[in-house]
């Protein structure tokens, strides 16, 4: 993947986020730059980022229209107050809204500009870091139902792990959280970084997605098993309370979720007398 990273001047915000895309992608994708009106590298985002072990300094501003769009996979735009440049071709497209730290209020000192670009920087790698987390995750599982907002402690671990769970990235996120949205499901899911506030009703701990059917079950226990994700029970049918084919997994943060499917009029009307579960995929059976 490459991915081009764009503001006016191609002064601090976008260069600041090359510098950290590099840095952060490494094999995984190539990070570029360009403004609508290039100008120069700005010393404080060479200075904050040499805070953090990144030398942007042999970094050049480049225009916008020197981009050859045949090779650009993502492009995301940084302006906040001012107008963004365009980038024609067909493209998948991000826009980060960033206020300019180059834009000084009156009386403002050289630390307070400094605290501005680091406060930009911060901001960058946390929606950078994110966007790592995203670039190869593998197909999900299809699911029918699904709702609900969390808090995590890792923004990017979490958001990983959803966009695989789910098959979809976030709409958007910023460094505090990210929202899914699929119209399909009427879903709206929130992940909210955990900040030590209390939790609320309205913080859930275990959330359900429903399945197809008995197969989509299984299937989902071997893209689970590949994905890497936890499973804390493998698929099995249940009997007792609503039966169910069901599995269970958890999220980075310990989160149970259910993967379920109802079951049809002859499944149930096969249930045992002792109701006792029968597990899905062989070798997944508890020791007696």
């Not at 929606?127 to 699911?143: A, F, N, Q, T, Y």
């Not at 609503?242 to 943060?253: A, G, V």
Request: charged residues 25%; glycine residues 6%.
């Amino acid at each position: 993947m490459q991915v081009l990273l764009l503001c006016v001047e191609n002064s601090a915000r976008s260069q600041m986020a090359e510098g950290l895309a590099r840095h952060l992608f490494g094999e995984a994708a190539t990070a570029m730059s360009a403004g609508s009106t290039p100008s120069q590298l700005d010393p404080y985002a060479i200075e904050v980022m040499a805070e953090i072990g990144i030398d942007i300094s042999h970094q050049v501003s480049r225009s916008v229209e020197s981009i050859d769009t045949t090779g650009v996979d993502l492009a995301i735009t940084l302006c906040a107050e001012e107008v963004c440049p365009v980038f024609p071709g067909n493209v998948r497209r991000l826009h980060w809204p960033l206020m300019n730290p180059t834009s000084l209020a009156a009386g403002q000192t050289s630390d307070e500009l400094r605290e501005r670009f680091r406060t930009a920087r911060d901001q960058l790698k946390a929606r950078l870091e994110i966007l790592k987390s995203l670039i190869d995750v593998p197909r999900g599982i299809l699911s029918l139902e699904f709702h609900g907002g969390i808090r995590v402690a890792s923004l990017p671990d979490s958001v990983r792990f959803y966009a695989w769970l789910l098959g979809t990235w976030p709409k958007e996120w910023t460094h505090r959280y990210a929202t899914f949205i699929r119209s399909d499901l009427n879903l709206n899911f929130v992940l909210l970084v955990s900040d030590g506030n209390v939790l609320h009703q309205d913080t859930l701990y275990d959330l359900g997605i429903g399945v197809a059917d008995r197969s989509d079950v299984i299937d989902a226990y071997h893209r689970e098993i590949d994905f890497g994700a936890h499973v804390e029970k493998p698929p099995r049918t249940t009997w007792k309370g609503t039966p169910l084919h069901e599995l269970w997994l958890k999220d980075p943060d310990g989160t149970l979720i259910e993967i379920y499917a109802r079951l049809t009029d002859a499944e149930l009307a096969a249930k045992p007398a002792d109701e006792v579960p029968e597990y899905l995929v062989s070798g997944t059976e508890p020791e007696n």
